[in-house]
């Protein structure tokens, strides 16, 4: 059969057609190609929030992100945490030796830093920018001079190394407006730099089973309990881990802990004696069960003992979290489990103190100033009690506040997502 010769133009838009075709089936592959972020998170878990903040950013990547890879490269997910996060997320793959990390390294398009009390993994992020020039990004952490655990300032090279770091960051979210302000007047360059919520804000860990159990052999019924948090000026790790007593930190301790704690006693009988609610002294890291026993259980009468549940040992998020969505709301001087309680829309009052950062002013942030108690400030000291009846008095009310609060925090998750998702790819 005889063809006519193919134009130099039929030829031309011919070899046209194939190579487009060819090259909409590259872009197809490669858009298929998932991405892959490397989260460096999980601090410790010897406190319920430090685990609080990988399920948290965790269950915002599986939102916003749905397609992406996730590598959780953790300091400790011992202590059954690991079984945890597993169950909540059976697509999540761990890094746990440096094969593990290599191939990370190798494979993952962006790193993120989740949230925590500072820059906490910096020269982890360090390593990834010598090793492959990748983007990465930093999610929801406290900027200070001071170490979180630390009573001495950081010195300033140190400093400048933080700052110079997080100039680099394709983002840096920072978790209360005066870490953000402080980057800002200290040179830090990052092209967004925002308020961006706690990741824990997300976390969405429940073990009901375990929560309605402990519930029953207590006589707590669902939206009759608060819950109560001690805490010390500084955590004695030195009691639950292997580390050398910290005199200094020990006497500022002994010193305040009956000022920072007597308020929360007084609204523990206001509460006992005006409305027919229960207590429920419960703790947020290993340390706060003597804590807890000493300055609030042991000092209330043996009638005030008959509505006051102590608890007795440490519990891992999903439980707390599943307890706390069962109550009427949480009081305290802890920072993450109030965090969690709003974002599940249960009223959560937050007192702070010098030693703790400025973590706390992200109640302000999130329109909760109300809620935000500065107990280096005598008159909010004197204010807690008839804080915290107003909130057991009224429940209508209090959920009418936590939800402005969580509203707040669901509509920066969008926003600060979205550029995620955009600098992932």
């Known amino acids: 059969m005889n063809r006519e010769p193919l134009s130099r133009r039929s030829a031309l838009s011919r070899l046209g057609l194939t190579f487009g075709a060819s090259l909409g089936w ?154 953000l302000e402080l980057a800002r007047v200290s040179g830090c360059s990052s092209p967004v730099m925002e308020f961006g919520p706690d990741g824990a804000f997300a976390c969405d860990l429940k073990q009901d089973q375990k929560a309605t159990a402990f519930l029953s052999a207590n006589g707590l019924e669902e939206g009759r309990f608060l819950c109560c948090i001690p805490r010390l000026r500084y955590t004695p ?53 003597r804590v807890g026993k000493e300055l609030f259980y042991d000092r209330l009468s043996d009638d005030e003992r008959k509505r006051v549940v102590w608890r007795p040992d440490y519990w891992l998020t999903g439980e707390a979290l599943s307890v706390y969505t069962r109550s009427a709301g949480l009081f305290g001087n802890e920072m993450h489990s109030p965090i969690m309680c709003i974002g599940q829309g249960i009223p959560a009052i937050v007192c702070r103190w010098s030693e703790q950062t400025t973590k706390g002013y992200m109640w302000s942030d999130i329109g909760l100033g109300e809620w935000l108690f500065d107990f280096d400030r005598e008159e909010d000291v004197k204010r807690l009690p008839a804080t915290v009846l107003a909130m057991a008095k009224d429940p209508d009310k209090a959920r009418q506040v936590a939800a402005k609060g969580r509203g707040f925090v669901e509509q920066r998750q969008r926003e600060t997502m979205a550029v995620v998702k955009k600098e992932v790819g």
Not at 43 to 50: C, F, S
Not at 248 to 275: C, G, Q, S, Y
Request: aromatic share 8%; glycine share 4%; net charge neutral.
């Open 237 to 289: 790790y030195w009691l639950i881990k292997d580390l050398p007593k910290d005199d200094v930190k020990h006497a500022r301790n002994e010193a305040m802990k009956f000022h920072d704690h007597d308020p929360h006693l007084a609204a523990i009988r206001l509460v006992l004696a005006e409305t027919d609610l229960k207590i429920l002294l419960c703790p947020e890291d290993q340390t706060q069960m």
């Open 26 to 179: 590259r872009r197809s592959a490669a858009a298929e190609t998932p991405k892959r972020v490397l989260l460096r998170s999980s601090w410790q878990t010897v406190n319920i929030g430090d685990i609080a903040h990988t399920p948290g950013v965790l269950h915002l990547l599986e939102q916003y992100l749905p397609e992406a890879e996730i590598t959780l490269w953790p300091s400790r997910i011992d202590n059954g945490v690991e079984d945890l996060l597993s169950a909540r997320f059976p697509r999540l793959r761990f890094v746990k030796g440096p094969q593990d990390l290599e191939r990370a390294f190798a494979e993952s398009d962006f790193l993120l830093h989740g949230s925590g009390p500072s820059l906490v993994a910096q020269k982890d992020v360090e390593r990834w920018i010598e090793a492959t020039k990748k983007p990465y990004g930093v999610y929801g952490i406290t900027l200070s001079r001071r170490g979180s655990t630390s009573t001495t300032d950081i010195s300033d090279d140190a400093f400048a190394k933080t700052i110079a770091i997080l100039s680099g960051a394709r983002f840096a979210y920072f978790r209360d407006s005066k870490s």
